[in-house]
T-cell receptor
Framework: KQEVTQIPAALSVPEGENLVLNCSFTDSAIYNLQWFRQDPGKGLTSLLLIQSSQREQTSGRLNASLDKSSGRSTLYIAASQPGDSATYLC??????????????FGKGTKLSVIP | EPEVTQTPSHQVTQMGQEVILRCVPISNHLYFYWYRQILGQKVEFLVSFYNNEISEKSEIFDDQFSVERPDGSNFTLKIRSTKLEDSAMYFC?????????FGSGTRLTVV
């Protein structure tokens, strides 16, 4: 059964800092990995999607990397802003067979960017 | 940008009552999902739906749950006899081939 872990659980940084959020998963047979942002009491906003054949994806100040063989992904946020404060969720989709339609989520990293 | 729309945003119901949560997926998506998030816990998969039938379901999705696509645009989750532990945020999602798009959720409170 796939397990997804995110470290750290919470992170507080001053505005302008670059930061890295970590995600690890136990089963490397994944189809893709998706990073989401969740604001308190709100839905999930997709940030980046990395297919299993890709190594990284970039969108603006965000860069996500994937090392499928070691079961790791990182989300790099450059020049953090107070508006980046949210919980960041990592989710993996299975490659085939049972679990290939569903996403397995980590518990998230709660980011606070201090002005 | 296309959105997944969920209604209502918040529903309060008495224990034992039936509730129906509604979703309008993105129009050209073929795969539909329900997930839930109990306060403070991980987002959990409930069920996936493709070609008018359930393709996968989790252990959580027991006989009290059902899903339906009653017409060409809506996708519903019915909980037959709600329990206190069903209180959670319920998210609908849809996908075409790769990534998911989630709705903003329905917060279900069972009292």
């Amino acid at each position: 059964k796939q397990e997804v872990t995110q470290i750290p659980a919470a992170l507080s940084v001053p505005e302008g800092e670059n930061l890295v959020l970590n995600c690890s998963f136990t089963d490397s047979a994944i189809y893709n990995l998706q990073w989401f942002r969740q604001d308190p009491g709100k839905g999930l906003t997709s940030l980046l999607l990395i297919q299993s054949s890709q190594r990284e994806q970039t969108s603006g100040r965000l860069n996500a990397s994937l090392d499928k063989s070691s079961g790791r992904s990182t989300l790099y946020i450059a020049a953090s802003q107070p508006g980046d404060s949210a919980t960041y969720l990592c989710a993996v989709r299975g490659d085939s067979g049972a679990g290939s339609y569903q996403l397995t989520f980590g518990k998230g990293t709660k980011l606070s960017v201090i002005p | 940008e296309p959105e997944v729309t969920q209604t209502p945003s918040h529903q309060v119901t008495q224990m034992g009552q039936e509730v129906i949560l509604r979703c309008v997926p993105i129009s050209n998506h073929l795969y539909f999902y329900w997930y839930r998030q109990i306060l403070g816990q991980k987002v959990e998969f409930l069920v996936s739906f493709y070609n008018n039938e359930i393709s996968e379901k989790s252990e959580i999705f027991d006989d009290q749950f059902s899903v339906e696509r009653p017409d060409g645009s809506n996708f519903t989750l019915k909980i037959r006899s709600t329990k206190l532990e069903d209180s959670a945020m319920y998210f609908c999602a849809s996908s075409a081939t790769y990534g998911y798009t989630f709705g903003s959720g329905t917060r279900l409170t069972v009292v």
